[in-house]
Each structure stands twice: as C-alpha cells, then as structure tokens.
C-alpha cells in the first residue's frame, strides 16, 4: 500500500519487508527491476569479453614494445591492462548480481567482444590500435548506457564509471601518438 501523503511515489515499508522476502531466490533482481533481465546479462557478457581482450591486447602490447621511449610506454601499456581488468570484473560481478554467470570461456571470445585483440608491430602502430580500440569501445558502451537509462541505473553507473577511463585511454593514447608523429590529430 502506498503512502497518501505528500510523497504518494513513496512505498510503504511494510509493503517493501513483504516484496523483500517473496523470491528472495532471485538475489538483487526484485520486483521494481524494470530491463529484462537475460537482455541485460547478455549485453555485459559482450562487456566481459570486450574487457579481456583489451587486457590481452594492452598486455601483449606493453611485452612487445621496443625503442627510446618504451619504458615509459610499457608503464602506460601495463596500467591500461589492470584498469580495463578492473572493468571486465565490474560487468562479471553485475552479471553475477543479476543471478547470471559470467562467460570466461577462450572459445569464441574473439567473436564475443566488440573489440579486436590486434597485433604487435612498432610502438606506433600499436598505439594507434589500442586508439581504435578505445574509440569503438567508448561508442559502444555508450550506447549500452543509452540502452539501460532509467531501467537499469547500477548497470547504466557502472558503464559510465567504465566509459569515463576508456574515454581516458582515448586521450592517452591520442596523446603517445601526437608524441611520436609530432603533430596532434584533434583540432583545437
């Protein structure tokens, strides 16, 4: 029953100790949940995967780089791993929350993320994969975002949380590349 006072967008707490304790087997997932849930789970397995194969990338890439220059860029390179592993936990414990299982497996990973894993080369072709990376990520979490709005505010906090580093690798990648080719892409 909800209250009739001035906040009638108010439930009662007796109401909400009753919804709480009716299908508590379905975890954090309770009546107000307003997205489907299996569309959500599914939309952040393609996070998961995204995520890890931008660990693998950034990892590999931060083994391989070579020149004047690449300790500092394998700092850089090695930073961006832990961060985007760090995301890929976030969207696992979301599915987890959401009474899913998060999807590990190697198989098919490649065709799961949006992202590609790339390939070694020079410091600078490197650096301008992982740019492409980041760009497609950012437009694609983005749109995720757009997606869960108001049905799914943690699910919609978490990627923004998420979006707001790639959008930092971005830059950080924008910038090695303005270092190492001397002119900036980015009009001012």
Excluded at 157 to 178: G, N
Aim: include cysteine; charged fraction near 30%; glycine fraction near 6%.
């Amino acid at each position: 029953m909800a209250q009739t006072t001035e906040n009638t967008f108010l439930t009662d707490v007796q109401t909400l100790r009753e919804r709480a304790q009716k299908s508590i087997e379905k975890g954090a997932v309770t009546p107000t949940y307003e997205g489907d849930v299996q569309t959500a789970i599914d939309l952040l397995q393609t996070v998961v995967a995204t995520e890890l194969v931008c660990v693998l990338r950034y990892t590999m890439h931060s083994i391989s780089v070579e020149g004047l220059t690449s300790e500092s860029v394998t700092e850089e390179f090695a930073t961006h791993a832990k961060e985007e592993r760090a995301h890929m936990l976030a969207a696992a414990n979301r599915i987890d929350q959401l009474g899913g299982t998060p999807n590990f497996d190697p198989e098919g990973l490649a065709t799961r993320s949006a992202s590609e894993y790339g390939k070694g080369g020079n410091l600078v072709e490197m650096v301008r994969q992982n740019l492409v990376a980041e760009r497609l990520v950012i437009e694609h979490y983005r749109e995720l975002i757009r997606y869960f709005g108001d049905k799914d505010p943690t699910t919609r906090i978490m990627l923004e949380r998420i979006l707001a580093e790639e959008e930092e690798h971005a830059t950080d990648m924008h910038d090695l590349l303005v270092a190492h080719e001397g002119r900036p892409f980015l009009k001012e």
